[in-house]
């Protein structure tokens, strides 16, 4: 049996990672480039230029054939999708392999401090952003082309003050079910990753108390996530190893969400009911 390898599984793919100079998004870029992946990186304020520079730079110190470029747009404008398609056709030529739609904002505020202008601000980024980059990328989609949508735990989570955010995601994840379902047939796979409480700047904006609470609810080491640790499962996810994956939403949590299909959840209400009934005849 052939070695499994994940160093090169990309090499020659081309990429455009959304939202990708800092956080979650640069550690997706910068995995998909250790792979061999040529990556469009895009950020949207220029006070995030000199962190989206510094990552193609340690991209080309990779020195494994993967490259990167950077495009500055804002995906709460309607020609931004656009504007990167261009940007990733101009560096790395017509055909485009995998996007990961990953920008997105968070938003914190209570119902009744929240208006219709949020409400816009908020899907617009993260519902109509992914929607037309996907519709932006498609034509130019080499099959099999890999989509993966960023998500969130809270996507089906309820927390307080975070009605929006969550409403948001849970769109998102609508979006990659029906997306998979029609670009199917042209071979490409559409799923969406959701990561749990993960280590970055946003923490530092988190009670201290909600901190240790959602450790404890984390079952694996009872530790937030790393940044590598949801990179590594969007790069499977770009990969031919997940080629039979689509539609789905996989949460990357340690188990902090553990989700259920549909059918998963008919079959438990099935065995639940089955046993109830067995339970009622024994104690006839």
Known sequence: ??????????????????????????????????????????????????????????????????????????????????????????????????????????????????????????????????????????????????????SSVGARSGFPKLALYSASKAALEGLTRGFAAELGGSGHTVNAVEPGPTESDMLNDVPENLIETQKKATPVGHRFGTVDDIAQVVAWLASGHARWISGQTISASGGYTMLYSDLSLYLLVIHVSHFQQALNISNT
């Open 1 to 150: 049996m052939a070695q499994s390898s994940t160093a090169n599984d990309l090499q020659g793919k081309v990429a455009i990672v959304t939202g990708s100079s800092r956080g979650i998004g640069a550690g997706i870029a910068l995995e998909l480039a250790r792979r061999g992946a040529k990556v469009t990186i895009t950020y949207t304020s220029p006070k995030s230029e000199t962190l989206a520079n510094d990552l193609v730079s340690n991209i080309a110190a990779l020195d494994n054939g993967s490259q990167a470029t950077t495009v500055q747009a804002d995906l709460s404008q309607l020609d931004a999708p656009d504007i990167i398609v261009a940007a990733a056709r101009a560096a790395f030529g017509d055909h485009i392999d995998i996007l990961v739609n990953n920008a997105g904002v968070l938003f914190e505020r209570a119902l009744q401090e929240t208006t219709a202008e949020d409400y816009a601000a908020i899907f617009d980024v993260n519902v109509r952003g992914p929607l037309l980059m996907t519709k932006a990328v498609v034509p130019h989609l080499q099959a099999p082309g890999r989509i993966i949508n960023v």
